[in-house]
């Protein structure tokens, strides 16, 4: 059985498609864990969640910003936006209620203990370790999974608290934990979350530095598998492993095998890019 990571979809469904190819996947016995960000941006939301929802057990499908905003749209009060249009075919599908059942009961972290590997969206902020990301991140999947989850939709937007306390609570400590599993990007010398932040890490501001070298992070020496930032490209570096590279901007699809030492496998972009810098 092979396991691959595979970074951003952002419904690129043809390059999936040719990706799935190029690494000779076979659902019966082999395993993706996706990072996140399955829709929103490319132009087939709908068919990248319609395909990878029926691969049932061969998927784990860890969610990102984009997911959740889609649930927001759908399911909360969130306000629609220009860029939002490529949801709209999911919010007017017939199957639009399972589908969105099956995303909304996707994890927002997924640990293999026999691997080693923790997969998620975005980052971890400096504060937390391993098992403080599980346990943070299991609270976060039961508020999405409660009656109240349109509450969570509802309040999950913003930039504060940008640094972590044990005795956060309520809608703070939910958005924070939202915010460093699908936002993170940077963090100051201080373990605060930078989350306006978006450029390559060579044009960060003095004093801001990707979450991965930020200093004394507990997360230190776990292997860990994120994207979300396109604009990082691949990394493999300490123990992490980025595969955001940037499909939908014009950039390529990766994946990588995680069960064995491999190199990453990249596909370009097929589906005609969106603009650098879009909203």
Sequence with gaps: MAIYAVGDVQGCAAELATLLERLHFQPATDRLWFVGDLVNRGPRSLDVMRFVAGLG????????????????LARGHARFRDSD?????????????????????????????????????????????????RTCAGELERALRSDRSGALFDEMYGNEPDLWRDDLDGPDRLRFITNALTRLRACDRQGRMLLKLK?????LPDGALPWFRAPG????????????????????EAGVLALDTGCVWGGTLTAQRLDVPSA????????????????
């Design 85 to 133: 249009r490529p949801l709209q075919a999911v919010l007017e599908a017939p199957d639009r209620e399972p589908l969105l059942d099956w995303l909304q009961s996707r994890p927002m972290l997924h640990h293999d203990a026999q691997l080693g590997v923790t997969v998620l969206h975005a980052g971890l902020p400096p504060q937390w370790d391993v098992a403080l990301a």
């Design 217 to 236: 992070r507990r997360s230190a020496g776990a292997r860990i598998v994120c994207g979300h930032w396109s604009a990082l490209g691949y990394v493999d």
């Design 264 to 279: 990453p496998v990249s596909v370009p972009n097929s589906s005609g890019a969106l603009p650098i810098g879009a909203d």
């Design 199 to 203: 450029g390559p890490p060579q044009q």
């Design 57 to 72: 057990e061969a998927a784990v499908v860890t969610l990102g910003n984009h997911d959740l905003h889609l649930l927001a």
